[in-house]
């Protein structure tokens, strides 16, 4: 029976079947990395040191993502679909081989910055891919398919590091992304034509505003290596300085980051990208999980791994209980929300640095779900209100800058959580007191982004939706 949009079958049978597969492994080997890594960092700064550098990891990766993600459309415009993926893949594959073979945490970190501009290009094409592979009817499920493989990720990423950490070869985790990016390359080469181009030309990136984001994420990471609070400060100050400059400057530019309202004090816009952003740092807190569940409560790189995505879990839990709800109830969920992933931190922050192991464990995991819940109850019906409230022939740049946006976020927050931890004696005094002292800062002090949200969601609220 022929209907108007396309189903599953078709979707996942034949060469549509193999190109389904190519672009979402494009999306799940970027995920898999972000988890995997995330569960052998301990593991890897006992190997190589650098523990002050270890949200770095994160921040770096992150920071070159956005950059990846803002010339995808130029390298799919100049190179089409096969090569501009076999590229990604290349780069990807240069970056893990780079953190595999890390003497030291800052040749570590060149890799992780050059992990991050391939998965970020990878994020991009595989989802820009989908209107230039499958006919229109197929669109809406291709995209939920790509999407859903953060939640494989969840599952593969812990246990893909995990059993490398506890064999004491954290350098094989990076290892086996090789043979995970070949065979992608396989399909890509053998399923995704030469010849397809993209129809459309893309509008021009703002690339010297995105630059001078990312060099606000390192005054802020810099200033997390120094002990003395006044240049933490001073690190901060000139982070604001140079965003709002940013800002300032987008407002009246031809080619924008945000839409037009989205900096008007009081607007729907402005509200939902604050709460995005705000609610995107309070989740930077899980790249430390593994290593406070490892250092203070003894536990083993899997389970610390399996513990740290219980976030993810949270919030895709949500997302599907807040999906599709009416008006009102919508409206209530955005208001709950950000304050039910408050509440989950500041439990976090009395949780973590009490006891050593033992029933301190699974008291930890309705916090650590709470956290990501509450993002999840709010999410999709923001984004949904951000595509409606944008300005008529914006709603491009709106959809595009809640990329940007959330992962200049979970730069800017990963840098934050570094100062923080450093400041309150991650790596001095260290060790298993260390640990403690920057667990309950750390969660503590982030809890205040959501709660941020809570306040700031009254816009959120006002927006048109659905």
């Known amino acids: ?62 920071a070159a993502s956005i950059f990846g993600s803002a010339i995808t459309p130029r390298l799919l415009s100049g190179t089409g679909p096969r090569r501009a993926l076999s590229w990604a893949i290349a780069i990807f594959g240069l970056g893990s081989a780079a953190c595999a073979l890390a003497p030291s945490m800052p040749w570590m970190l060149v890799g992780r910055s050059v992990q991050g501009l391939g998965g970020g290009l990878l994020l991009g094409l595989s989802y820009s891919c989908v209107r230039l592979l499958f006919e229109e009817r197929l669109w809406s499920r291709a995209m939920v398919l790509v999407s859903s493989m953060w939640g494989v990720a969840t599952l593969a990423g812990p246990a893909i590091g995990g059993v490398f950490a506890e064999a004491g070869y954290w350098r094989g985790a990076f290892w086996s992304m090789l043979p995970l990016s070949a065979a992608l390359a396989g399909l890509v080469l053998t399923q995704i034509s030469a010849a397809q181009r993209s129809s459309t030309s893309p509008a021009a990136a703002p690339f010297g505003k995105i630059a ?182 914006q709603e491009n740049i709106a959809s595009a800058a809640i990329t940007t946006l959330q992962l200049y976020a979970i730069a800017v927050g990963s840098s934050m959580a570094g100062l923080v931890a450093n400041l309150a004696g991650l790596a001095d005094p260290g060790g298993e007191e260390g640990a403690r002292q920057a667990a309950y800062a750390l969660f503590l002090v982030f809890a205040l982004a959501p709660a941020a949200a809570g306040l700031m969601s009254g816009g959120a609220r006002c927006a048109s939706g659905a």
């Open 212 to 393: 001078l984001l990312v060099i606000t994420v390192m005054f802020v990471s810099l200033g997390s290596l120094s002990p003395s609070w006044q240049w933490n400060l001073a690190a901060i100050v000139a982070g604001v300085f140079i965003t709002v400059g940013i800002a300032r400057a987008d407002r009246h530019a031809a080619s924008r980051l945000l839409p037009q309202g989205s900096y008007e004090r009081g607007s729907a816009l402005a509200s939902l990208y604050a709460c995005i952003a705000l609610l995107s740092i309070g989740v930077c807190t899980e790249i430390y999980i593994p290593y406070f569940l490892q250092t203070i409560h003894k536990q083993s790189p899997l389970i610390a791994g399996y513990w740290m995505v219980l976030m993810s879990a949270g919030w895709t839990l949500g997302s599907f209980i807040s999906s599709g709800r009416r008006r009102p109830i919508a409206d209530r969920l955005i208001a709950v929300g950000p304050w039910v992933s408050a509440g989950g931190l500041v439990a976090l922050g009395f949780l973590m640095p009490a006891g050593s192991g033992g029933s301190i464990i699974w008291a930890m995991v309705p916090p650590l779900i709470l956290v990501g819940l509450g993002i999840g109850l709010c999410w999709p019906n923001m984004l949904t209100r951000v595509f409606k409230a944008a300005p008529q022939g």
């Open 1 to 62: 029976m022929t209907t108007a949009s396309g189903g599953w079958g078709e979707l996942l049978s034949g060469r549509n079947g193999l190109r389904s597969l190519a672009l979402a492994g494009g999306v799940a080997l970027h995920a898999i990395n972000v988890y995997m890594v995330t569960t052998i960092l301990p593991s890897a700064v006992r190997d190589i040191g650098g523990l002050a550098y270890y949200a770095w990891n994160m921040t770096l990766f992150v």
